[in-house]
C-alpha cells in the first residue's frame, strides 16, 4: 500500500514539474509541431496578392486580441526630419484592409494582449500602444542618456522581457547619438540593456520555441545566434546562418526560421540546425512576415509594394 502511493506522489509530482515548466515557457508545449526537415509549405501552394496599393511595407504582427493583421507604412517620400511619415493598417482576413493611424512613425509592430508595441523611428523608441484607445506610451527611448537610433524590430518571451534592434535606417535628418548600431533587452522592470553594440545595422529578431536562443539578422549578410540562461542573461553570439541582405526574421512552433532576404526577394526556410529547407519567391523585396489566423498557419508578407498572405502546414510561435 506504500509503495503504491509513494509511486502515485512521484507521479503526481513529475505531473507537476511538467506543468510549471510549461507555465514558464508556454510556447515549448504545442501540438502537431513536428517539422521532421520537411517543408512547412504545402505542395501546389501558391502566395496570394492581397494589394499592392502601398507604399513601402513593414512590421506585421497578428492580434489575438483583435483577430487581425496590423502593420506599418513608410513613406519614403515625405519629409525626413525624423524618419519616414507612417500609417500603420488593419487587416481582417481575408482581404479587408482599414487605415488604422496615421502619422504613427513606426515601423515594426508586436501585438500582445490589449496593446501593440511598436517600434517608433519618429520618436526614437520602443512604446506600447492600446489598440482600443490608441494612446501611445513610450517604454524606452534612451540608454546611458543617449537617443537610440531608430528602432526597427523586436520579440518579447513569456515573462515579458522585449529584446529589440536599433538600426539607423530611419534616423533621418537627426545626428546620430549612440556610437553603434544595437541590439537591446528591456526587462520587465523596464531597464534597457546592451545585448551586442557589434552589429552593423542589427535588424529581424526572432526567439527559439524554448526560449534559449536568440536570433539576429544584420547588414553584414548573416544571421547569428545567442544563448539565454535561466535567469535571461544573453550571450555567447556565433554566426548561424548566412543569408543576403536579411530583414525580418519568424519562427514557428517546430523551431523553423523563416528569414526575409530582402534583396534578393524570397524568404528562406530553415530547421533549427540551420539546414536550409524551402524558400517562398516573391520576386520584389520583401521586408518581413507574421504568423497569425485562427490556426496561426496563415502567412501575412510585407514587402516594399506589395501585401501578401500564404497558407503553411506548421503553426508559427504566438506572441
Same mark, same amino acid.
Given at each position: 500500500?506504500? =509503495?503504491?502511493?509513494?509511486?502515485?506522489?512521484?507521479?503526481?509530482?513529475?505531473?507537476?514539474?511538467?506543468?510549471?515548466?510549461?507555465?514558464?515557457?508556454?510556447?515549448?508545449?504545442?501540438?502537431?509541431?513536428?517539422?521532421?526537415?520537411?517543408?512547412?509549405?504545402?505542395?501546389?501552394? =501558391?502566395?496570394?496578392?492581397?494589394?499592392?496599393?502601398?507604399?513601402?511595407?513593414?512590421?506585421?504582427?497578428?492580434?489575438?486580441?483583435?483577430?487581425?493583421?496590423?502593420?506599418?507604412?513608410?513613406?519614403?517620400?515625405?519629409?525626413?526630419?525624423?524618419?519616414?511619415?507612417?500609417?500603420?493598417?488593419?487587416?481582417?482576413?481575408?482581404?479587408?484592409?482599414?487605415?488604422?493611424?496615421?502619422?504613427?512613425?513606426?515601423?515594426?509592430?508586436?501585438?500582445? %494582449?490589449?496593446?501593440?508595441?511598436?517600434? &517608433?523611428?519618429?520618436?526614437?523608441?520602443?512604446?506600447?500602444?492600446?489598440?482600443?484607445?490608441?494612446?501611445?506610451?513610450?517604454?524606452?527611448?534612451?540608454?546611458?542618456?543617449? &537617443?537610440?537610433?531608430?528602432?526597427? *524590430?523586436?520579440?518579447?518571451?513569456?515573462?515579458?522581457?522585449?529584446?529589440?534592434? *536599433?538600426?539607423?535606417?530611419?534616423?533621418?535628418?537627426?545626428?546620430?547619438?549612440?556610437?553603434?548600431?544595437?541590439?537591446?533587452?528591456?526587462?520587465?522592470?523596464?531597464? !534597457?540593456?546592451?545585448?551586442?553594440?557589434?552589429?552593423?545595422? @542589427?535588424?529581424?529578431?526572432?526567439?527559439? @520555441?524554448?526560449?534559449?536562443?536568440?536570433?539576429?539578422?544584420?547588414?553584414?549578410?548573416?544571421?547569428?545566434?545567442?544563448?539565454?540562461?535561466?535567469?535571461?542573461? !544573453?550571450?555567447?553570439?556565433?554566426?548561424?546562418?548566412?543569408?543576403?541582405?536579411?530583414?525580418?526574421?519568424? !519562427? *514557428?512552433?517546430?523551431?523553423?526560421?523563416?528569414?526575409?532576404?530582402?534583396?534578393?526577394?524570397?524568404?528562406?526556410?530553415?530547421?533549427?540546425?540551420?539546414?536550409?529547407?524551402? =524558400?517562398? !519567391?516573391? %520576386?520584389?523585396?520583401?521586408?518581413?512576415?507574421?504568423?497569425?489566423?485562427?490556426?496561426?498557419?496563415?502567412?501575412?508578407?510585407?514587402?516594399?509594394?506589395?501585401?501578401?498572405?500564404?497558407?503553411?502546414?506548421?503553426?508559427?510561435?504566438?506572441?
Amino acid at each position: 500500500m506504500r =509503495k503504491a502511493l509513494q509511486k502515485n506522489l512521484a507521479t503526481v509530482a513529475l505531473f507537476l514539474t511538467f506543468c510549471q515548466a510549461a507555465m514558464a515557457h508556454p510556447t515549448m508545449v504545442a501540438k502537431n509541431c513536428d517539422g521532421d526537415g520537411q517543408s512547412p509549405i504545402p505542395h501546389g501552394s =501558391k502566395v496570394e496578392l492581397i494589394s499592392d496599393d502601398f507604399l513601402f511595407l513593414e512590421g506585421p504582427t497578428w492580434s489575438t486580441t483583435s483577430q487581425a493583421f496590423y502593420f506599418s507604412e513608410m513613406n519614403f517620400s515625405s519629409s525626413q526630419a525624423q524618419g519616414p511619415d507612417s500609417t500603420i493598417y488593419k487587416l481582417v482576413l481575408p482581404n479587408s484592409v482599414s487605415t488604422y493611424l496615421t502619422h504613427s512613425g513606426t515601423n515594426g509592430l508586436y501585438a500582445k %494582449g490589449a496593446n501593440l508595441y511598436n517600434l &517608433n523611428h519618429n520618436s526614437q523608441s520602443v512604446s506600447k500602444l492600446n489598440i482600443k484607445h490608441k494612446l501611445n506610451n513610450i517604454i524606452a527611448g534612451q540608454f546611458n542618456q543617449l &537617443n537610440f537610433n531608430s528602432p526597427n *524590430d523586436m520579440t518579447m518571451d513569456s515573462r515579458g522581457n522585449i529584446y529589440f534592434t *536599433d538600426p539607423n535606417w530611419q534616423l533621418g535628418d537627426r545626428t546620430q547619438q549612440q556610437p553603434y548600431t544595437g541590439v537591446y533587452k528591456i526587462d520587465v522592470n523596464g531597464k !534597457v540593456s546592451l545585448i551586442d553594440g557589434s552589429l552593423d545595422k @542589427p535588424n529581424g529578431v526572432a526567439l527559439s @520555441p524554448d526560449q534559449k536562443t536568440l536570433y539576429i539578422g544584420d547588414f553584414s549578410n548573416r544571421v547569428s545566434k545567442y544563448d539565454i540562461s535561466s535567469s535571461g542573461d !544573453v550571450s555567447n553570439r556565433r554566426d548561424f546562418i548566412k543569408v543576403a541582405s536579411p530583414d525580418g526574421i519568424k !519562427v *514557428d512552433c517546430a523551431g523553423n526560421l523563416y528569414v526575409s532576404s530582402h534583396n534578393k526577394g524570397v524568404i528562406n526556410i530553415y530547421s533549427p540546425t540551420g539546414k536550409f529547407i524551402d =524558400k517562398i !519567391v516573391l %520576386g520584389q523585396n520583401v521586408t518581413n512576415l507574421a504568423f497569425g489566423g485562427k490556426n496561426n498557419k496563415t502567412i501575412l508578407i510585407t514587402t516594399a509594394k506589395g501585401l501578401f498572405s500564404m497558407q503553411v502546414n506548421i503553426a508559427g510561435l504566438r506572441n
